[in-house]
């Protein structure tokens, strides 16, 4: 998911995203890049850039899509549900017209003979799998799974500490994350990362009343696409859905486990079956003590893996479009993902680190309004990596910045812990 391929995954999580249903084909004529813009209501960041954000479901998502076509042009989308929540406009979707509906609709009468049945609720499809607990729904492109007994629900008062044990060589722990809608500590995600086109996302949900899953598009056939697989002596799910496989199965205790992978399905039934629960001690907390001036934290996630911060900064001059630039840092105790490339060797508080310098011509992302460019920002392309590892602590250090060298140098170097 590096620089652009953890998003795609996620994005093909998405329950309700806008081009979910067409990014292959938007792929064969152009180009298609992940999480490259902050999203802004009246002044104030609601989606940053280089973020995912968590949808109805508790799947990770793309927080936006840009598609580059083939001429050069650009164009920005947003899942429909955040647009729908930053605008305070209601969503639903219609399954026998396959319709999105926006605002409030009008409510209709049903007819004389069905007045009678219970009305329709989410997941009622949804059928029970011998041996399991989760209920299955696969239908209209999506990969569904509930928990049947919602009402039974407590809460939670860690994160889960299931994870992988084992990782075909060369993967490296590139990103961690969260929900922070629903029950509080109910979900939580990895992605692995190899040579910055090989992925990992392995997440673990716990029972809440919110359903787990995918789409993939109407057109998908999920149901034909389902085949069965064994993961630590238990049944399982998967699915290859374009050059995305799916892995999914459960544990006695309830907990719902999701693989997805461009890898195949012996290498994905390796990485499920060396999955367990590793308690971990929080890492220690540390602090950036000095930032180039104007940026503020927009957003930081805290397991016992990885802690990540990410931080923005705006600026506009009179009659020119809003500039926004953002970078993130991240620690953890186990080894992170760098870029492909050969990267340049740079010393950080005595330490030898290694720094990969970003593509030259990579451009930012834009917006438009009538053809008027009103903002500009950074896009994953354009951020520079300085990655470090203290040896007293064995904790990695991972700095991603549209900066110059020097400036990102000191940035690391003032990294402290409290």
């Known amino acids: 998911m590096k620089k652009q391929i953890p998003s795609f995954f996620t994005g093909f999580a998405s329950a309700v995203l806008l081009l979910a249903l067409c990014t292959t084909a938007l792929a064969a004529s152009g180009k298609v890049s992940y999480n490259f813009v902050n999203v802004a209501l009246n002044a104030e960041t609601k989606i940053t850039a280089g973020q995912d954000i968590t949808a109805a479901n508790g799947q990770k998502v793309p927080g936006t899509i840009l598609f580059t076509d083939a001429a050069g042009g650009k164009t920005n989308y947003l899942p429909i549900r955040a647009v729908s929540e930053l605008l305070g406009v209601e969503i639903g979707y219609d399954s026998a017209t396959k319709t999105i509906l926006l605002g409030s609709q009008p409510k209709q009468e049903a007819p004389e003979e069905e007045s009678e049945q219970e009305p329709h609720e989410p997941g009622s499809e949804a059928v029970a799998v011998s041996g399991r607990q989760w209920l299955r729904e696969l239908k209209d492109g999506g990969i569904h799974y509930y928990w049947p007994k919602a009402s039974e629900v407590s809460q939670y008062t860690d994160l889960p500490a299931f994870q992988p044990t084992w990782l075909p060589e060369g993967f490296a722990l590139s990103g961690v994350g969260v929900s922070p809608i629903g029950i509080p500590n109910s979900t939580v995600g990895w992605n692995y990362e ?54 999914v199965w459960e544990e006695s205790a309830g ?43 927009s957003a930081s ?41 050969s990267p340049e060797t740079v010393t950080v508080k005595g330490v030898q680190a290694q720094y990969w ?62």
Request: aromatic share 8%; with cysteine; hydrophobic share 35%.
């Open 301 to 341: 996630t805290v397991t016992p893996q990885m802690v990540t911060e990410s931080w923005s900064r705006e600026t506009q001059t009179e009659g020119q479009p809003r500039n926004r630039t953002h970078f993130r840092w991240y620690y953890s105790r186990e080894p992170q993902a760098a870029p492909a490339g």
């Open 194 to 247: 190899k040579d910055g086109k090989y992925l990992v996302s392995f997440t673990c949900y716990r029972p809440t009343e919110k359903p787990c899953g995918s789409g993939h598009g109407v057109e998908v056939d999920t149901a034909a696409l389902l085949r069965a697989a064994t993961v630590q002596g238990r049944s399982a799910d998967f699915y290859q859905i374009h050059n995305v496989a799916n892995l």
């Open 255 to 297: 907990n719902l486990f999701w693989l997805e992978s461009n890898l195949d399905q012996a290498t994905l039934e390796k990485i499920a079956n060396s999955v367990k629960e590793v308690k971990e001690e929080a890492l220690p907390v540390y602090q950036m003590e000095w930032i180039p001036d104007g940026f503020r934290k």
């Open 357 to 418: 310098a970003a593509d030259p011509n990579a451009e930012p992302s834009t917006a438009s309004v009538d053809g008027k460019v009103i903002s500009i920002s950074t896009t994953e392309a354009q951020m520079n990596t300085l990655l470090w590892t203290d040896p007293q602590t064995n904790i990695t250090f991972r700095l991603l910045a549209p900066l110059d060298k020097d400036v990102m140098i000191r940035m690391a170097e003032s990294i402290t812990r409290k």
